[in-house]
């Protein structure tokens, strides 16, 4: 167990997990013994913090709640000293097949707990804060969206002194929610009985398609709201509050295909009954190039408008799109038929139009145009058109190493596309330099030869390696994608390097993680 003081954020969740896990296993009076198969995510080299609070043995401490029966298992049980302004941090196994409930009693002091699960990247999965000082506080059903280690953070509103913790395996028990769509159009209900309460629903999905999820709470009694994971259980959406106080999440485009997991969740001491609807999303009406289509944008309820249109790889685009209202304001997003978002613009003030003045597009094939409402609502009107340029000089197929290669930003919203041959184990680096001049805010993008993307920068300003050393994991064509941010146009150049020499691999970035 260690302690997080919260003014440090979450700079000490990127500890060890599996040590901890360890740790506390040895100190843990009640543990069932059970090995640790695997861990999911690489927690950085940062040193963890020293401990600061030591769990003690539970010999004296009281029974909490008499739980203990068919299906319902005692994991573990500790106790933990609670100082003020600190998180206690330790680790917790989460099975996809095993809920949990968690409970804390405080044992001296004046503590008003707090119990918060986080995933491995930091994200806040559960919290529990409804009881009052002196009072006990419980996660009461908990369902993961993958297996793994979480960490199970305790701490108090104010106050110090003991609680005891106790975990309990909620393994062969009946849920009153969850479970798993086969089918679009889905629907399920459920109940949210208690506080602190997450219902894991399973919902499939292919790569490059859309759907649609909103839970509606039966009855006023109940404040809802989800986050949503992708296969690997990494958190890719969020809402809470979007129609009164039920979440809808419309237009999720799936990056990878898998089953994602919707953790649904119950707000404070809410409690009821519920209804979550899944649906293929509607609308990536196919338009035509040269053809002004107009659409109304939804800003209440916020919905963001689609469009599809077919391109070929290195034909270069542009669009104009240009709002009827003075003060609509909206973003552009640009997707590939691998969900990927190419790019993003929102560069002009309310009123004026937006413009992706060249996009040059990296695979043969199906994309989709979205367009979000940031403020208000309204008409707006827009073409897509074939972009004047030599395509034989900017975008064509790439070798490697020798004279860089030279890229020109020409306005807002450009997107150069670029592709490469390699063979697997080849040791790639890719490096940038900008030009005499005022340096670009440039985005780049890697995808492998199966259009996943494989490497991601931001805001990149200055010379630098975007890729470096990092061994190919197959053979096959690789498409590089540079983008600028905001109004920024100019030149700059790429250095494109590979070689058979074999290497760890591993990723490098400027300005940005990946």
């Not at 004047?388 to 860089?404: F, K, R, S, T, Y």
């Amino acid at each position: 167990m260690f302690v997080r003081n919260l003014s440090s954020g979450s700079l000490y969740r990127v500890f060890a997990l599996l040590l901890c896990f360890f740790c506390v296993v040895s100190l843990s009076a009640c543990h069932s013994g059970s090995d640790v198969d695997s861990v999911t995510g690489t927690p950085e080299s940062t040193p963890p913090p020293m401990p600061t609070v030591t769990p003690t043995g539970v010999a004296q401490m009281p029974q909490l709640l008499p739980r203990v029966g068919e299906g319902i298992e005692l994991l573990e049980r500790y106790r933990a000293e609670i100082i003020p302004d600190a998180v206690s941090i330790y680790p917790l196994e989460g099975r996809l097949d095993r809920p949990l409930s968690i409970e804390v009693m405080v044992l001296s002091g004046d503590i008003d707990p707090v119990l918060e699960i986080y995933t491995m990247e930091g994200h806040q999965l559960v919290i529990a804060n409804s009881s009052g000082v002196g009072e006990p506080e419980k996660l009461s059903v908990i369902e993961f969206p993958a297996d793994g280690y979480y960490e199970l953070g305790i701490s108090s509103e104010g106050g110090s002194g003991e609680v005891g913790i106790s975990v309990y395996g909620l393994e062969g028990q009946s849920s009153e929610g969850g479970g798993s769509f086969y089918s679009f159009p889905g629907e399920m209900t459920g109940k949210m009985a208690d506080v602190g309460t997450v219902h894991m629903f399973r919902i499939p999905a292919q790569r490059g398609e859309r759907f649609d999820a909103w839970a509606q709470a039966v009855g006023d009694e109940l404040d809802l709201f989800f986050d949503l994971y992708d296969p690997d259980g990494h958190l890719v959406a969020a809402r809470d509050d979007n129609v009164g106080l039920d979440p809808y999440l419309w237009n999720f485009m799936a990056d990878r295909s898998g089953i994602y997991s919707l953790a649904l969740k119950n707000y404070g001491t809410t409690i009821g009954d519920y209804v979550l609807r899944v649906d293929q999303s509607s609308g990536g009406e196919l338009v035509s190039f040269d053809e002004p289509i107009s659409f109304e944008l939804q800003a209440s309820p916020r919905r963001s408008a689609w469009f599809a249109f077919d391109c070929r790889a290195s034909e270069p685009i542009s669009i104009e799109a240009r709002p009827q209202n003075p003060e609509l304001d909206f973003e552009i997003a640009l997707y590939d038929q691998n969900g990927n978002r190419l790019l993003n613009v929102n560069n002009s003030s309310p009123g004026q139009p937006e413009i992706l003045t060249f996009v040059q597009l990296p695979y043969d094939g199906r994309y989709q145009v979205e367009f979000f409402p940031l403020e208000t609502e309204g008409l707006v009107e827009f073409t897509i058109t074939h972009a004047l340029a030599d395509v034989g000089e900017i975008g064509a197929p790439v070798e490697m190493g020798g004279v860089p290669l030279p890229c020109h930003m020409d306005g807002p919203g450009t997107l150069l596309s670029y592709t490469f041959e390699a063979e697997a184990g080849d040791t790639l680096n890719i490096g940038v330099r900008f030009s005499a001049g005022v340096p670009i805010d440039l985005n780049f993008d890697l995808y492998d030869p199966d259009g996943y993307l494989l490497a991601s920068s931001r805001g990149v300003e200055g010379a630098g390696a975007l890729v470096q050393d990092y061994s190919l994991p197959v053979a096959g064509s690789y498409v590089m994608v540079f983008w600028n941010q905001g109004q920024q146009a100019g030149d700059f150049e790429v250095d494109l390097s590979c070689s058979v020499e074999s290497s760890p691999g591993f990723l490098s970035s400027v300005g940005s993680h990946w």
